[in-house]
């Protein structure tokens, strides 16, 4: 079974700061891990993606995220946070025991202050 | 390439009702995901179409149903409303459900329940 644990429903930061949005996955196999964002009234938009390839994954907008197995997790950073960064943020895992459906973390909401 | 498009956008139905969603997918992709986003529950898997074929199924009552046709377009019906059916449905695509794929995603159908 996959599963997908996001700290912090809600994660507040000053324009300019950097931007950190945890996720830790649960998963037998190494996994296919994404990050999606979604904006109001809006669908999920790909940031970034992580398939066996590099640790380090660069996505749109200047984000970032790193796979660490040894921690089961796939946190994403951006240096500079800016307003246009406010949106929720879902981690997602897929591949784990052959299933190729994701299974999504709850969603961490990102606040970016003036 | 157009984008997933989904319709309707919004709809407002009464208790005991039924109602059809569609989905039109990015073209020559074969698999379609719906899934379900609410407040309480977050975004969870409804079912997946490849080929016409209903390849995985989540974890919703029978009242939930869906199908795809000959050009990837996927409907999904839902049957005698309940309240607790008021979420964005969301319709996502890709090339061929292999796990490690880009899910694309539609921008919803808001269902309100009333």
Redesign the interface.
């Known amino acids: 079974a996959q599963s997908v644990t996001q700290l912090g429903s809600h994660v507040s930061v000053s324009e300019g700061a950097l931007v950190l949005l945890r996720c830790n996955y649960s998963s037998s196999v190494p996994p296919?891990l994404?990050w999606?964002v979604q904006y109001p009234?809006?669908?999920?938009?790909?940031l970034l993606?992580y398939?066996s390839a590099a640790t380090l994954v660069k996505g749109i907008n200047g984000f970032e995220a790193e796979f660490k197995k040894s921690e089961t997790s796939f946190h994403l950073t951006k240096p500079s946070a800016h307003m246009s960064d406010a949106a929720e943020y879902?981690c997602a895992v897929?591949?784990a025991g052959g299933?190729?459906?994701?299974?999504?973390?709850?969603?961490t909401s990102l606040i970016v202050h003036p | 390439k157009a984008g997933v498009t989904q319709t309707p956008r919004y709809l407002i139905k009464t208790r005991g009702q039924q109602v059809t969603l569609s989905c039109s997918p990015i073209s020559g992709h074969r698999s379609v995901s719906w899934y379900q986003q609410t407040p309480g529950q977050g975004l969870q898997f409804l079912f997946e179409y490849f080929s016409e074929t209903q390849r995985n199924k989540g974890n919703f009552p029978g009242r939930f149903s869906g199908r795809q046709f000959s050009n990837s377009r996927s409907e999904m019906n839902v049957s005698t409303l309940e309240l607790g059916d008021s979420a964005l449905y969301l319709c996502a695509s890709s090339s061929d459900g292999t796990g490690q794929e880009t899910q694309y995603f539609g921008p919803g159908t808001r269902l309100l329940v009333l």
């Open positions: 296919y994404f999606y009234n809006q669908g999920l938009q790909l993606k398939t879902f897929s591949g299933s190729y459906i994701p299974t999504f973390g709850r969603g």
